[in-house]
């Protein structure tokens, strides 16, 4: 089976980051340099900020009005092991399995629309391994305060798959997303 990645559930941030002190250190040091401000630009956004250990687990991406793409800045190495492929300085488009990447499409998507962050769960299933299930804090990204032009994922793949179930079972705002 080729490796397949599916987005299921979304909640509204302040529904989220508490269980998860990690993602709950980036949404905060983002918060703090966003200011009065839609997003903060990605000239502000320090990857040496957030928690050492999740820098790995981290994309940054770059909107691209002209092809309605994302071009990948950022892409950390176990982003590579997880997904086997190093994307860093490409498009969505351009990939020869971008499919794979829809729902990080949709995701940015409702980002851009609402302009606000998005705690996700993704499971990514990789050939001839158990499933992969973490929560997903994407954040956007402006160059103007305004108009949402790149976005910030950060993933925490150290989570357990039942605390994570547990966690959006319990939250009445939840929703399914179709990958």
């Known amino acids: 089976m080729p490796l397949h990645y599916d987005m299921y559930r979304a909640v509204e941030l302040g529904a989220g980051c508490e269980q998860w002190p990690r993602l709950k ?10 200011g009065p401000r839609t997003a903060p ?6 990857l040496g900020k957030i928690p050492l250990a999740l820098v790995p687990s981290t994309l940054v991406a770059d909107y691209d009005p002209e ?16 997904f086997r492929m190093e994307v860093t300085g490409r498009f969505v488009a351009d990939l020869q399995n971008g499919a794979l990447f829809e729902p990080l499409m949709d995701g940015f998507r409702e980002i ?6 998005l705690l996700t769960v993704n499971e990514v299933h990789p050939e001839n391994q158990p ?3 973490s929560p997903v804090l994407r954040m956007p ?24 179930m547990m966690f959006f079972e319990k939250q009445d705002s939840a929703w399914s997303v179709d990958a």
Not at 26 to 33: K, N
Not at 76 to 82: D, E, K, L, P, R
Not at 112 to 117: A, E, G, S
Not at 146 to 161: I, Q, R, S, T
């Open 67 to 82: 092809r309605d793409d994302l071009r990948f800045r950022f892409w950390g190495t176990a982003m590579v092991s997880v």
């Open 141 to 164: 990204l402006s160059d103007d305060g305004e108009a949402v032009d790149g976005v910030v994922a950060v993933n925490d793949f150290g989570l357990k798959k039942r605390e994570l």
């Open 41 to 46: 630009p990605w000239t502000e956004f320090d």
């Open 25 to 34: 250190e980036v949404f905060e040091y983002w918060a703090s340099i966003r």
């Open 112 to 117: 851009r629309r609402t302009k606000r962050p």
């Open 131 to 133: 499933p992969i299930l």
